[in-house]
């Protein structure tokens, strides 16, 4: 026992080191002026941006519930596929992201742009160009993109432990393909669900690169506000950090609803 | 007698040999005369200024650089590697660091973070870090070179004394645009604003550079720091927000390029770039006047004290006119050098968008200087508004009290049906 605790040591005072202190640095800046003092100006300035916030979250929403939309049947066909080609489907999902985050976003820049292949495949049969980047779908598809995979990857995990002979029985008994899966499928991947929309939603919360590229600056979101504080033009630590908390504190207690909700529904189980 | 003196005077002559063995293995560490290392990389010594690089040889130095990324001659084996020139000269390493913007640069400085012995900051830059003590003063005893800058560059609007920066390239603000897709010439900055473009105009994604933009349009400083004329220039760009397809930086360089959009402001170097990958673009410096942009060579006072001659002899050695011109031939920016302009080809040189009259540069042109911290943040709040819309001030703090009440509340609620339950 003593010394399965004497291995976590060198975690513990890696996450003291690299995420309590910053965590404080944070809170720290986000709570004091540039001469030191403590004040919750930073906060009330925060207010300026609560449209961009909003939209964050919104987009961050609807990419999660799509990547959702998407994920669910992938990963159950996967999970119910044999063994290689389990292995094999896996393999597939995960070779592009091999590949770095930043060049496969400029790929989709490339794809969408007016004169991109995209509208020329449209051009050669005499339609478009359509405004297919800088405008939020194009922002929304890169989320999506970018972090299916990490909604595919926990709910098959979680669906190739349920037993063939339970979605048999549900069937032997009666139950049509709607009721299968609102019955049995989605209660029993529920735990897969949950980490998958945590998965989804963090990143594309505070993303800003995506939004730079694919929305071409006319849909800017919070993570591109904090970026500039830091970086940009409008060199304000004390703003940004007290942006990344505010974000920080909202996507906890969104994170902590959620969940609150999810082993709910385990109770009514 | 005989023997002890004998035994002397072969001791004083193996002292002697030895003394010359001595000197001779300093000469073999001692490094190639400069013509000769000068040769070896394809260079004219005669170009060369007699400056004694040699004086840090053998000592083991290193200086560390920062610079803005593709911004300096290296990196590419057709064209002289300036860094390895310099370390070949001196045997001081180069320790060569790149970053993206100004105020990266500044908040790295600022965190100390990092330590450089040399930054290239730009104007207004320079003139922020001079108020706030960041920059060490020059002793322009060991760069001699300065001698070779332009007058025009030298006391500018940003260090008036010309104590702590030397020009290291410049340019101005042109508008670049595709000639397939626009019709006729453009020579002004209502190009950006004509609805005839709708949706293929790129604008600036930094409101100092964006607010320069409208300040030119409508004839006011670009270092104004009066509210009202901030308000006009902000009404201006929300104007233009309507028909512009995105605000952007560095991807100017490939929506240009491939021709998804038609027009775009940017740099007069990156625009020489550009219209030489693609033939159909073309640049042009607005008649109302643009921005005029200097990139300076200071050094930190956080620098290494054992580092600034050193460093010092770097910043001799980047206005040598050979590199001058070799930087500016990679980067494709402008050189306050004037020896390093006359090695430039007969066409850049009579280039008036890269190389504009003195009287066309004070009558035609303005240094963004470091503006008061009211104007400056009010500049910002107003690109603020214009980027994202206005919100109310109670927003945050009553969003975060329903969302701390929603959760206390979801939380008492499932503790009272779990009592239930059990």
């Not at chain 1, 008994?173 to 899966?181: A, E, Q």
């Not at chain 1, 919360?205 to 409008?234: A, Y």
């Not at chain 2, 002289?80 to 790295?108: H, Q, R, W």
């Not at chain 2, 020489?272 to 942009?293: H, R, S």
Request: aromatic share 12%.
């Amino acid at each position: 026992m003593k010394a399965s605790r004497a291995l976590a040591i060198p975690y513990v005072v890696w996450v003291l080191i690299f995420t309590v202190v910053p965590l404080g640095l944070v809170v720290w800046f986000a709570m004091t002026d540039t001469d030191g003092k403590l004040t919750l100006d930073n906060i009330f300035a925060m207010s300026e941006y609560m449209s961009v916030l909003f939209r964050s979250i919104l987009f961050a929403i609807v990419a999660t519930i799509i990547c959702l939309i998407l994920a669910f049947p992938a990963a159950y066909i996967i999970s119910r596929a044999n063994k290689i080609n389990q292995s094999t489907l896996i393999v597939l999902l995960m070779v592009p992201m091999w590949i770095n985050f930043l060049l496969r976003t400029y790929a989709w820049m490339t794809l969408l742009e007016p004169n991109g292949l995209i509208n020329k495949l449209f051009g050669i049969f005499g339609l478009g160009p359509y405004p297919l980047i800088n405008n939020s779908g194009a922002v929304i598809l890169g989320m999506v993109y970018n972090y299916l995979p990490f909604m595919i990857l926990p709910l098959y995990s979680v669906m190739v432990k349920i037993d063939q002979s339970v979605v048999e029985a549900a069937q032997d008994l009666g139950s049509n393909k709607v009721r299968l899966v609102t019955k049995i499928l989605l209660p029993l991947s529920m735990p897969g669900i949950s980490t998958g929309i945590i998965a989804v939603f963090v990143p594309s919360v505070s993303t800003f690169i995506i939004s730079r590229m694919l929305g071409g600056g006319t849909n800017d979101l919070i993570g591109d506000i904090i970026e500039m504080q830091f970086s940009g033009n409008s060199y304000n630590p004390h703003l940004g950090s007290a942006m990344a908390l505010v974000l920080m504190i909202i996507v906890m207690f969104m994170m902590s609803l959620f969940n609150q909700f999810g082993s709910e529904e385990e109770v009514i189980l | 007698m005989k023997k002890l003196l004998s035994l002397l005077i072969a001791a004083a002559m193996l002292m002697g040999l030895s003394g010359c063995g001595d000197s001779a293995s300093a000469e073999d560490e001692k490094r190639e005369p400069t013509e000769e290392i000068l040769e070896s990389f394809g260079m004219d010594p005669e170009l060369f200024s007699d400056y004694d690089y040699g004086r840090f040889y053998g000592k083991e130095l290193t200086i560390n650089v920062a610079n803005w990324g593709e911004y300096l001659s290296m990196n590419d084996d057709e064209i002289l590697d300036v860094n390895e020139v310099f370390e070949a000269l001196t045997g001081i390493t180069v320790n060569y660091k790149t970053y993206a913007s100004n105020e990266t640069l500044y908040s790295k400085l600022l965190s100390g973070g990092a330590t450089y012995d040399i930054v290239i900051p730009s104007d207004y830059m320079i003139s922020k870090m001079i108020n706030e003590g960041m920059l060490r003063k020059l002793d322009f005893g060991n760069i001699p070179n300065i001698a070779n800058i332009m007058p025009s560059f030298i006391n500018p609007q940003y260090d008036p004394t010309n104590e702590y920066s030397v020009p290291y390239l410049w340019g101005m603000v042109c508008i670049i645009y595709n000639t397939k897709m626009v019709d006729g010439e453009i020579d002004s900055w209502s190009a950006l604003w004509d609805e005839n473009y709708a949706g293929d105009i790129l604008m600036f994604n930094n409101p100092r550079d964006a607010f320069g933009i409208a300040q030119a349009y409508l004839g006011y400083s670009l270092n104004t720091e009066d509210f009202g004329e901030l308000e006009n220039c902000a009404d201006l760009l929300r104007e233009q927000k309507e028909i512009v397809q995105g605000y952007v930086m560095d991807e100017i360089f490939d929506k240009m390029e491939g021709g998804s959009a038609a027009i775009a402001p940017y740099y007069v170097g990156d625009a020489v770039t550009m219209c030489a990958d693609n033939p159909d673009l073309e640049f042009v410096i607005p008649k109302e006047g643009t921005n005029w942009f200097v990139d300076a060579i200071c050094v930190p006072t956080t620098a290494d004290s054992e580092h600034i001659e050193a460093a010092e002899a770097y910043i001799n050695f980047l206005c040598e006119p050979e590199i001058a011109f070799a930087n500016c031939d990679y980067v494709g920016y402008s050189t306050p050098v004037t020896q390093a302009y006359e090695l430039l080809d007969d066409e850049a040189k009579a280039d008036e968008r890269r190389y504009p009259s003195d009287e066309f540069l004070s009558e035609h042109t303005e240094v963004f200087i470091n503006i008061s911290e009211p104007a400056n943040a009010y500049m910002q709040e107003l690109w603020t508004g214009l980027k994202v819309g206005e919100s109310n001030v109670w927003f945050v703090p009553l969003f975060l009290a329903a969302l701390i009440a929603a959760t206390i509340f979801v939380n008492v609620y499932r503790a009272r049906k779990k009592k239930r339950d059990f």
